[in-house]
Every structure is written in structure tokens, then in C-alpha cells.
């Protein structure tokens, strides 16, 4: 059963910085992309960052030149360094995984989130 796993977050003052991590276990056969989704409160979920397998980025206009998407495949962990913090990125920050497990096809995997609260 593979499992995501995030941490790093909390209350940071506006300016600040957050690392997410976000560990996939279980038994992984293919990463074929990761991301990071963030919800706000009465707002729906929106993509902020995915890398692929081949090492492409996507970012979400609002973030872009801000935050860095990494991962790192030997530990099948995703990171989001977040810097330059804005209110507005306040929000629950979710793991998605698009992966292919053991005794199963390719899927979407989600993480339990993580809240990130930019206030002073």
C-alpha cells in the first residue's frame, strides 16, 4: 500500500521561509510525477508545483520565482521550498502522487496535508 506522508509545516511570519517534505512508502514501482496542491479556506484546491520523472517543473503563476520543487529518488521524497511567504499562501498544503504501486495500475496518491500560515 503506498502511503504519502508530508511535514514542515506551520506559522511563519510574511517574508519567511517553509520547507515541505513529503515521503512516499510502500512498494513503488514507477514515480511518473509529483506534486504539491494547496486549499485555502472557502477556495478550491489548486496546483502549486509538480516535477515529472524527466525533471520538468510547473508552477502556479502566483508562486513562480518564490518556490522550488525538488525530489529526490533514491528517498522517494518530494520538497517544496517555499520563500518570500505571502499571507495569501495560507492554506493546506497536500502531497499528490502519480505513481504505479505494487498490485496496482497507475494512481493518484494524496497525503493527509499540512497547514502553512503566513500571518505576523
Known amino acids: 500500500q503506498v502511503q504519502l506522508v508530508e511535514s514542515g509545516g506551520g506559522l511563519v511570519q510574511p517574508g519567511g521561509s517553509l520547507r515541505l517534505s513529503c515521503s512516499a512508502s510502500?512498494?513503488?514501482?514507477?514515480?511518473?510525477?509529483m506534486g504539491w496542491y494547496r486549499q485555502a479556506p472557502g477556495k478550491q484546491r489548486e496546483l502549486v508545483a509538480v516535477?515529472?520523472?524527466?525533471?520538468?517543473?510547473n508552477y502556479a503563476d502566483s508562486v513562480k520565482g518564490r518556490f522550488t520543487i525538488s525530489i529526490d529518488y533514491v528517498k522517494n521524497t518530494v520538497y517544496l521550498q517555499m520563500n518570500k511567504l505571502k499571507p495569501e499562501d495560507t492554506a493546506v498544503y497536500y502531497c499528490?502522487?502519480?505513481?504505479?504501486?505494487?498490485?496496482?495500475?497507475?494512481?493518484?496518491?494524496w497525503g493527509q496535508g499540512t497547514q502553512v500560515t503566513v500571518s505576523s
Open positions: 499528490n502522487g502519480d505513481l504505479r504501486g505494487s498490485g496496482s495500475g497507475r494512481k493518484d496518491y
Open positions: 510502500g512498494s513503488i514501482f514507477v514515480i511518473y510525477a
Open positions: 516535477i515529472t520523472a524527466g525533471g520538468s517543473t
